[in-house]
């Protein structure tokens, strides 16, 4: 069968490990395009990848042999240029996050429903073998019935190693919207979706210092909050515990722990696709390692887009959906509302838990 044709928008920092993935390993997909508002970075790609041809993103919307475009510009972009490919009737799968309000959230998914075309979204790191192995787990009954939760994701920024950090604080930034995804998605991915969300949030140091090499010196003013706490109420009466923060030089916290009826489970970072599985079931003595037992435990970014690629010529849902993502995005906006307004905030979005993957898809392909 032929293979779906990708264009690929946003050829900066994260689009080599989606172009190698892409390009090399999932066997569903073809890239044929690039695009880049710099066109120098869009022909380098397009040089390194054979059968890639650099374009214009109109071009690219034209061709009518493309069927999803990946969107992995900055936030700010992601908007602007997933309407415009669900208006020209494709699939999107984009960066995360989905969008930067909920309402543009809304109108494009109401948009791609409209056109009959797929919204998918990162992370899909919860599709790697580490959060899968944790899903059968908890599935199985090892844990029993989750009754909590605690996520905590913390660092000091990005500024650091990243070329053009700005974006990581100004709208659709900050620790909650660039980490907060990863964490979230996969505590909906194990426990279901969230009811209502608390959160107290600060933004400790108006200024940030760039200290990587072709920026370094440069200062950057601080526009969304740098520490987020929260808690979560699921819709399953589970109650969870975050702290996304770019604020911390150094903390001794697990990354997700699920604390379930019957035991509870380490989950590796879920900025990741392998990592270590640990459960300690009730009366154990200590944590007990789980062999993983899913496939896809290196970085598999782009399993996401190969997984719709095949849902859309199997006709059935796609995993890292947009209905996820915008859930997603209603719970992050929610921590700093309720941080600013000092109440509970109910969501008004929800999801379906997505399916778990297969144990065992052939090398390259994602099943089922
Ligand atoms: N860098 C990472 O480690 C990382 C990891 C996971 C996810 N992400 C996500 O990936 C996205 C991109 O991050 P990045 O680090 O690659 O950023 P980046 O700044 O390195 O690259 C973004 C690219 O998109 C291009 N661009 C922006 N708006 C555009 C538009 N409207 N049309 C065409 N091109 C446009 C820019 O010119 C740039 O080359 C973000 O949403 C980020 O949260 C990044």
Redesign the pocket.
């Known amino acids: 069968m032929d293979k779906t044709k990708v264009g690929i ?7 080599k490990i989606y172009f190698e993935n892409l390009c090399k390993v999932f066997s569903d997909v073809e890239v044929v395009a690039c ?4 066109e120098e ?1 869009a022909r380098e790609k397009a040089a390194a990848y054979p059968g890639v041809r650099a374009v214009s ?1 109109d071009e690219m919307l034209r061709d009518p042999a493309i069927e999803i475009i990946v969107n ?7 908007m ?2 997933s309407l415009q490919a669900v208006e020209a009737g494709k699939s999107v799968y984009c ?3 989905i969008t930067l309000t909920r309402e543009e959230a809304a109108k494009l998914l109401a948009t791609a429903r409209a056109k009959g075309v797929r919204v998918g979204n ?1 992370p899909d790191t919860f599709m790697g073998a580490g959060i899968q192995t944790c899903r059968k787990l908890i599935d199985d009954g090892w844990i029993g019935e989750p009754v909590a939760a605690v996520a905590f994701m913390t660092c000091h920024g990005h500024e650091s190693w ?3 950090p700005e ?1 990581y604080y100004q709208a659709g930034g900050g620790p909650m919207f ?1 980490m907060g995804p990863y964490y979230l998605t996969a505590l909906v991915n194990l426990i279901g979706p969230i009811a209502r969300v608390s959160g107290s949030a600060r933004i400790s140091f108006p200024e940030r210092v760039i200290t990587s090499a072709n920026k370094f010196g440069a200062r950057i003013k601080v526009e969304v909050p740098t520490h987020v706490a929260g808690t979560l109420e699921f819709v399953n009466g589970a109650v969870g515990t975050i702290i996304t923060s770019f604020d911390v030089w150094g903390a001794n916290l697990p990354r997700i722990e699920i604390y379930g009826s019957e035991g509870s489970l380490s989950v590796p970072d879920p900025n990741g696709f392998g990592g270590e599985v640990k459960v300690r079931r009730a009366g154990a003595k200590e944590f007990s390692a789980v062999p993983l037992t899913h496939a896809y435990a290196e970085n598999a ?1 782009g399993i996401g887009v190969a997984d719709m690629a095949a849902a859309q010529r199997a006709g059935r849902p796609h995993r890292a959906g947009g209905e996820l993502a915008a859930h997603v995005l209603d719970a992050m906006h929610a921590f700093h509302e309720s941080s600013d307004r000092g109440v509970h905030i109910a969501l008004k979005t929800s999801c379906e838990r997505p399916a778990p993957m297969p144990m065992a898809p052939f090398r390259g392909t994602v099943g089922d």
């Open positions: 928008v946003g050829c900066g920092n994260i689009s695009a880049d508002l710099v970075r993103l992995l510009t900055t936030p700010r972009g992601h602007p240029v960066e995360k996050p990162a990243h070329p053009d974006f660039d970014r």
